[in-house]
């Protein structure tokens, strides 16, 4: 959290000597533009029309790797419907990545954000892409990893929504490892 | 008792990108009058940690595990109000930047005797004369005259005089500095730590001061911790990391000092960057930039473990523990530096000047 200072994360209170106080509203960080619950277009948009209007696609810029070599992967989020939308995820996460079935390459069974809904707004045609990397290893214990070895693998990014594959909003594409 | 004991405290905020993990499981304590120092480069979560403890951190963020105790009390389960009146009473806290604290529309000596209004029952010429004494206390001269100025009338180093004074007017038992003298150019800098320094001293105040420079903690602390990627790689009473440090990023951080005259603007010794603590690196987090990265620096995450006995850090003040994997006997290599101190008397701890030379 680098600029914690200039986030909505601060607590601040003008009348209390002691905090941080507020400052002028800003345009808020992108990273954060996400709001308890739903918003207004979730009553108004049908769901069905809703999911449509989204997409969601993993690319990797190529499909061969060593082993032992990043594998950097980019998620496009797009939706396409010209007017807002507001998608309701099952907990603070937006979107999440896997590696065959293991979720963010990990072994362990999940231990994520807790379970509550949040809201994600989308702007009219907006596509909000993020770049990630599996770096080649599995985590296998709570200090612990493993590389993987040669052979392929399914690297799938879905939006953290119930039924997200039947819906097309998860994506997957396979990449193969090779002897390093 | 420790005056602050935090335990496994982890802070995580969700944003777009994923969960970011700024405190990952971090465990020190603050004794009563002492001055405790947190170092490490911007990103590694020293001021998450430190926001933490005044109940400051807010969604996106969110304090998920651990425990803040303070005298004794659990922060983390009080109620609001209970927080507020510990806030800025017994436990206050000087930002980065001024103008977090100051608000503009009000005049400075308002400000410093609004705050000891809130805590204490001071009548309002009281508290009047109380402000004036703290602002010539942390050397505002004609401290009468200037009560009535506004903030922007007073320079940057005079500005964080005025955070200085109004933290410290209601005698708070914990004085949390977050880089205090950030914004501030090289001369002053020296003025305010010696300011907070002293002050601490006269007020019996323990102090947590968070830095990125090895060389300021040395001058004014008793203990530190190093932190890197949101834990802490590094605890140890201050002489003792400074003339035998045992983590490979201290060293690095060590190499990041001045010379006495040198530019303050000096280049990153360290290569690379702090990881993002969204996708934070397998195994030992700072083994992307570690000079002695072997394979098992990429498999195994290393505990935080005595350096002589290789025994997890018990919470022993005097202990000196580092995450390495060095101490637990897992390296094949080892590590290979050699840290030159020159015109220093260990047992002064004044040093300012160092140098350094490790090599794998
Ligand atoms: S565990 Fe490995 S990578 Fe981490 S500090 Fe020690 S030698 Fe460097």
């Known amino acids: ?180 | 008792m420790a005056l602050l004991e935090v335990d496994d405290l982890t802070v995580q905020f969700y944003t777009e990108d994923g969960v970011v993990t700024a405190a990952d499981e971090l465990s020190f304590t603050v004794e009563s009058g002492e001055k405790f120092g947190v170092v490490g480069e911007s990103g590694a979560g020293k001021s998450v940690t430190a926001l933490s403890l005044m109940r400051l951190i807010e969604e996106p963020g969110r304090i998920t595990d651990g425990e803040i105790r303070f005298k004794g009390e659990d922060i983390l389960s009080m109620s609001e109000s209970e927080v507020r009146s510990i806030r800025g009473n017994e436990m206050a806290m000087i930002f980065q930047d001024a103008q977090t604290a100051l608000n503009p529309v009000y005049t400075v000596g308002e400000q410093i005797s609004e705050a000891v209004r809130h805590h204490l029952d001071y009548s309002e010429a009281d508290a009047r004369d109380r402000a004036v004494q703290l602002m010539d206390d942390v050397g505002i001269p004609e401290p009468d005259a200037r009560y009535d100025d506004y903030p922007h009338q007073f320079s940057g180093g005079m500005q964080q005089r005025v955070v200085i004074a109004t933290a410290l007017s209601c005698d708070p038992d914990l004085l949390i500095a977050d880089e205090p003298t950030t914004a501030l150019d090289v001369t002053i800098e020296a003025k305010i730590l010696d300011l907070i320094e002293n002050l601490a001293d006269e007020y019996d105040t323990a102090v947590q001061l968070i830095t990125h420079d090895l060389g300021v903690i040395a001058e004014v602390c008793d203990r530190v911790m190093v932190m890197y990627a949101g834990k802490p790689v590094e605890k140890a009473p201050v002489d003792d990391l400074y003339y035998d440090p045992k983590h490979p990023y201290t060293v690095g951080l060590m190499s990041s000092i001045p010379r006495v005259g040198e530019q303050r603007d000096r280049l990153q010794t360290i290569p690379g960057t702090m990881p993002d603590l969204v996708e934070l690196p397998s195994g030992c987090s700072f083994h992307p930039r570690c000079p002695f990265a072997e394979d098992a620096c990429t498999r195994k995450e290393p505990p935080l473990v005595d350096h002589e006995t290789g025994q997890a850090a018990d919470g022993d003040t005097d202990q000196h523990v580092a995450a390495c994997l060095e101490y637990t006997g897992d390296l094949v290599e080892g590590l290979d530096y050699q840290v030159d101190v020159d015109g220093a008397d260990p047992n002064t701890g004044s040093a300012t000047e160092r140098g350094r030379d490790h090599g794998a």
């Not at chain 1, 907006?126 to 990630?132: A, L, Q, V, W």
């Not at chain 1, 493993?146 to 909003?169: F, P, S």
């Open chain 1, 1 to 180: 959290m680098r600029r914690i200072y200039e986030s909505d994360a601060l607590y601040r209170d003008d009348d209390e000597p002691g905090a941080p106080r507020e400052r002028q509203r800003e345009e808020r960080p992108q990273s954060f533009r996400s709001v308890p619950s739903g918003s207004l277009s979730r009553w108004l948009v049908p769901d069905r029309v809703r999911r449509w209007g989204l997409s969601l696609e993993v690319v990797t810029p190529r499909t061969e790797f060593r082993v032992g070599e990043h594998v950097p992967f980019q998620v496009t989020i797009k939706n396409s419907l010209p007017f807002p939308v507001t998608v309701a995820t099952r907990s603070p996460l937006l979107w999440t990545w896997h590696v065959d079935d293991h979720r963010a390459a990990s072994k362990l069974s999940a231990d994520g954000p807790p379970e509550e809904e949040r809201g994600f707004r989308f702007e009219r045609g907006e596509r909000k892409r993020f770049r990630k990397r599996w770096d080649g290893m599995f985590k296998i214990a709570d200090a612990e990893w493993e590389r993987a070895t040669t052979g392929e693998y399914t690297i799938g990014a879905g939006l953290n929504v119930e039924g997200a594959a039947d819906r097309g909003l998860y994506s997957e594409t396979t990449v193969t490892l090779r002897p390093e």
